[in-house]
């Protein structure tokens, strides 16, 4: 049993020396603070207490002195393989005329920095500008960060991961700066508000699954180069104009060495030690894994970033974050405790499609070793889920349990994916045996089609799971297939007139 799994529980507490040090919290929508030891705890907190925030977002403590952008503060990060002439910190060149890079406005603003519209006045091309705050510069360890996810954006060549174009410091003003791709769209989260503001729409949900598919071949590559991102969440994603996806916002990723092997890309090399020490705790608490909201450093790798991608899935069908609170506090306190509640218990629609809360609520295990495997296997049960089925309840039986009964009135039919059934008619209160069904069989669908009574009984032989599949889970299953859905309902159409036709002359089943 890994150590993570012996700390968290439904009422674990962080772990023995979680406290003892310092940590910084990083939430993606504030300024990062520091939480002292004793803060970290939150367990004697009242939550009822008015001043909870001033109890969980203490004031910072005295900043440091002024530390000018120098090269003595900068970082050298290589992804690439290649050997530099040497891994020493390095300076970063100077910036720019303030002619050449022409802010045009404020497009978003984090805890480090502002982001910008500029035009480049000599590639006349718009781009992105990150800078940070000029507070945040007074870090050495911030600034450190703030280059690092420069460095490791950029060198994280992969068509959904937003490129990076220049890296500069000014200082005599104090400030760090990077440029990077303009893209022209909307972020998840807008897609999602308008997505949640009409009727559900099977066709839509595909076009956003297909985005979160790019999602997941951005977050996989960076899984193969030793980085996880740790803040996974709707705002993070940009979907450009023209179906562009790119994740952003690397600033809290982590550095994993990777095993290396003739086909793999190089690992990563450090010049300064990305570690951090435990309690600190990093990403935005509505969408943070449990082995993160503890700070078990050690714990998180790519299965953490495994369930921030199924945090934005349970974003797409209810609309919240998985620990969404009135404040920081109780976020961090459900994302400790666990469990999720099911999306079905806050759906954006009326109604969810299961099997994609069956895949989201897998990735928002507690353990990380419930969750999906890798993210390329929860990218799998996504592919799966909209190649069909996915509409379908599952039911399991065991052995000798009655799953349909004859006379009964119908209004489902049942595909068997596992166990075997039999069928079975009472005739002159004989028990007929009509025949046996097994895994990828079905049965009922008669009575789904022609909406007549039940004309057999059909009991599980075994322990016996079932896709039941209703009118409802049909139609929408079908939502995305015109033309099917015209031979479907014609089909059933057919069923009901020749069995009016032949009023008294029994089913099949």
Same mark, same amino acid.
């Given at each position: 049993?890994?150590?993570?799994?012996?700390? =968290?529980?439904?009422?674990?507490?962080?772990?023995?020396?979680?406290?003892?040090?310092?940590?910084?919290?990083?939430?993606?929508?504030?300024?990062?603070?520091?939480?002292?030891?004793?803060?970290?705890?939150?367990?004697?907190?009242?939550?009822?207490?008015?001043?909870?925030?001033?109890?969980?977002?203490?004031?910072?403590?005295?900043?440091?002195?002024?530390?000018?952008?120098?090269?003595?503060?900068?970082?050298?990060?290589?992804?690439?393989?290649?050997?530099?002439?040497?891994?020493?910190?390095?300076?970063?060149?100077?910036?720019?005329?303030?002619?050449?890079?022409?802010?045009?406005?404020?497009?978003?603003?984090?805890?480090?920095?502002? #982001?910008?519209?500029?035009?480049?006045?000599?590639?006349?091309?718009? =781009?992105?500008?990150?800078?940070?705050?000029?507070?945040?510069?007074?870090?050495?360890?911030?600034?450190?960060?703030?280059?690092?996810?420069?460095?490791?954006?950029?060198?994280?060549?992969?068509?959904?991961? #937003?490129?990076?174009?220049?890296?500069?410091?000014?200082?005599?003003?104090?400030?760090?700066?990077?440029?990077?791709?303009?893209?022209?769209?909307?972020? /998840?989260?807008?897609?999602?508000?308008?997505?949640?503001?009409?009727?559900?729409?099977?066709?839509?949900?595909?076009? #956003? /699954?297909?985005?979160?598919?790019?999602?997941?071949?951005?977050?996989?590559?960076?899984?193969?180069?030793? =980085?996880?991102?740790?803040? /996974?969440?709707?705002?993070?994603?940009?979907?450009?104009?023209?179906?562009?996806?790119?994740?952003?916002?690397?600033?809290?990723?982590?550095?994993?060495?990777?095993?290396?092997?003739?086909?793999?890309?190089?690992?990563?090399?450090?010049?300064?030690?990305?570690?951090?020490?435990?309690?600190?705790?990093?990403?935005?608490?509505?969408?943070?894994?449990?082995?993160?909201?503890?700070?078990?450093?050690?714990?998180?790798?790519?299965?953490?970033?495994?369930?921030?991608?199924?945090?934005?899935?349970?974003?797409?069908?209810?609309?919240?974050?998985?620990?969404?609170?009135?404040?920081?506090?109780?976020?961090?306190?459900?994302?400790?405790?666990?469990?999720?509640?099911?999306?079905?218990?806050?759906?954006?629609?009326p109604t969810l499609p299961p099997g994609l809360s069956r895949i989201a609520m897998k990735a928002l295990s507690v353990l990380p070793r419930d969750r999906q495997s890798s993210v390329e296997a929860l990218r799998q049960e996504v592919e799966d889920f909209l190649r069909g089925g996915g509409w379908f309840q599952v039911q399991t039986f065991p052995a000798g349990a009655t799953i349909v009964l004859e006379g009964d009135a119908a209004d489902a039919a049942y595909l068997v994916t596992r166990g075997n059934c039999q069928v079975f008619r009472n005739v002159e209160g004989e028990k007929r045996i009509v025949r046996q069904v097994g895994a990828g069989e079905i049965f009922g669908e008669m009575g789904l089609?022609?909406?007549?009574?039940?004309?057999?009984?059909?009991?599980? /032989?075994?322990?016996?799971?079932?896709?039941?599949?209703?009118?409802?889970?049909?139609?929408?299953?079908?939502?995305?297939?015109?033309?099917?859905?015209?031979?479907?309902?014609?089909?059933?159409?057919?069923?009901?007139?020749?069995?009016?036709?032949?009023?008294?002359?029994?089913?099949?089943?």
């Amino acid at each position: 049993m890994s150590s993570f799994e012996t700390k =968290v529980s439904r009422d674990a507490q962080p772990a023995p020396g979680a406290n003892d040090q310092e940590g910084t919290v990083v939430d993606g929508d504030n300024p990062p603070f520091t939480r002292g030891p004793a803060q970290l705890d939150l367990g004697d907190v009242d939550l009822d207490d008015p001043e909870v925030d001033s109890a969980v977002r203490p004031s910072p403590p005295n900043p440091p002195p002024r530390v000018a952008a120098t090269p003595s503060t900068l970082v050298r990060t290589m992804l690439s393989g290649g050997k530099l002439p040497s891994m020493a910190p390095a300076a970063l060149p100077a910036a720019a005329s303030p002619e050449r890079i022409q802010s045009v406005q404020a497009i978003a603003q984090g805890g480090m920095g502002v #982001v910008e519209a500029a035009f480049d006045s000599v590639l006349l091309r718009r =781009v992105a500008r990150k800078t940070m705050h000029v507070g945040a510069t007074d870090s050495p360890d911030m600034t450190a960060r703030f280059i690092e996810e420069a460095q490791i954006t950029a060198q994280l060549d992969h068509p959904n991961i #937003v490129p990076v174009h220049d890296l500069a410091a000014n200082v005599e003003q104090g400030k760090v700066f990077f440029t990077m791709k303009l893209v022209d769209g909307e972020t /998840l989260s807008s897609v999602f508000r308008k997505l949640h503001q009409n009727p559900f729409s099977g066709l839509e949900l595909e076009r #956003v /699954l297909r985005v979160f598919l790019k999602v997941c071949d951005a977050v996989s590559f960076a899984h193969s180069r030793g =980085v996880v991102h740790r803040d /996974l969440k709707p705002d993070n994603i940009m979907v450009g104009s023209h179906g562009q996806v790119y994740v952003m916002d690397w600033g809290v990723a982590l550095l994993q060495r990777v095993d290396v092997t003739p086909d793999s890309e190089p690992p990563i090399s450090v010049a300064r030690p990305n570690a951090e020490e435990v309690g600190t705790v990093v990403g935005t608490v509505q969408y943070m894994a449990p082995e993160q909201a503890f700070g078990l450093v050690a714990d998180q790798g790519p299965l953490t970033d495994v369930y921030g991608l199924g945090a934005i899935l349970y974003a797409l069908l209810t609309g919240v974050g998985p620990t969404s609170a009135s404040n920081p506090s109780e976020a961090l306190r459900l994302a400790r405790s666990g469990p999720i509640p099911a999306p079905e218990t806050r759906p954006a629609w009326p109604t969810l499609p299961p099997g994609l809360s069956r895949i989201a609520m897998k990735a928002l295990s507690v353990l990380p070793r419930d969750r999906q495997s890798s993210v390329e296997a929860l990218r799998q049960e996504v592919e799966d889920f909209l190649r069909g089925g996915g509409w379908f309840q599952v039911q399991t039986f065991p052995a000798g349990a009655t799953i349909v009964l004859e006379g009964d009135a119908a209004d489902a039919a049942y595909l068997v994916t596992r166990g075997n059934c039999q069928v079975f008619r009472n005739v002159e209160g004989e028990k007929r045996i009509v025949r046996q069904v097994g895994a990828g069989e079905i049965f009922g669908e008669m009575g789904l089609l022609t909406r007549s009574p039940r004309t057999a009984t059909v009991a599980a /032989l075994d322990d016996v799971t079932v896709m039941v599949i209703t009118p409802e889970a049909l139609e929408h299953e079908l939502s995305h297939s015109g033309w099917l859905k015209v031979l479907i309902g014609a089909l059933a159409t057919r069923f009901r007139e020749l069995d009016q036709s032949q009023a008294g002359t029994p089913n099949s089943r």
